[in-house]
């Protein structure tokens, strides 16, 4: 891991708390000349939302169905020239939606950093684990 992975999880987890996140990918980061930017996406813990069904049930009844927010983080890091150093981060609230939605957001992902390899993915408590230690140790 890079101190500058690192650096992306800590900010995650700042933003989001770990016990939060019930799963994370982490998508290799891209070099773009003199910028150096990556890309993970976040679902959080589940939410139960309550729905009226929609499949001929009888009226008034509801459904519960299970979402996850779903947040998208990247950053920038400026590598070289006069704003070597700057640092560019933000996380977004995508969208809410089950585990396996999540799959196809990430499968869109790929396909835009096609070149860039297969993302990491972590559980909440692998992200805690990691931003509780130096970048250098983390594995």
Same mark, same amino acid.
């Given at each position: 891991m890079t101190e500058n992975t690192h650096r992306f999880l800590r900010a995650i987890a700042d933003s989001l708390a770990p016990a939060r996140a019930a799963m994370l990918y982490l998508f290799p980061p891209l070099r773009r000349g003199s910028v150096e930017c990556g890309v993970a996406v976040v679902a959080g813990e589940v939410q139960v939302h309550v729905a009226a069904a929609s499949d001929g049930g009888a009226q008034g009844e509801t459904v519960a169905m299970q979402r996850h927010p779903v947040y998208v983080a990247r950053y920038a890091l400026v590598l070289k020239g006069p704003e *070597? @150093?700057?640092? %560019?981060?933000?996380? +977004?609230?995508?969208? %809410?939606?089950? !585990?396996?939605? !999540?799959?196809?957001? +990430?499968?869109?992902? !790929?396909? #835009?950093? $096609?070149? /860039? @390899?297969?993302?990491? *993915?972590? /559980? @909440?408590? %692998? !992200?805690?684990?990691?931003?509780? #230690?130096?970048?250098? /140790? $983390?594995?």
């Amino acid at each position: 891991m890079t101190e500058n992975t690192h650096r992306f999880l800590r900010a995650i987890a700042d933003s989001l708390a770990p016990a939060r996140a019930a799963m994370l990918y982490l998508f290799p980061p891209l070099r773009r000349g003199s910028v150096e930017c990556g890309v993970a996406v976040v679902a959080g813990e589940v939410q139960v939302h309550v729905a009226a069904a929609s499949d001929g049930g009888a009226q008034g009844e509801t459904v519960a169905m299970q979402r996850h927010p779903v947040y998208v983080a990247r950053y920038a890091l400026v590598l070289k020239g006069p704003e *070597r @150093g700057k640092w %560019d981060y933000e996380i +977004v609230h995508e969208a %809410d939606a089950p !585990l396996e939605a !999540l799959e196809a957001v +990430v499968q869109g992902v !790929l396909a #835009r950093y $096609a070149e /860039s @390899g297969e993302p990491e *993915r972590l /559980s @909440g408590d %692998d !992200l805690a684990a990691i931003v509780n #230690r130096p970048w250098w /140790s $983390a594995a």
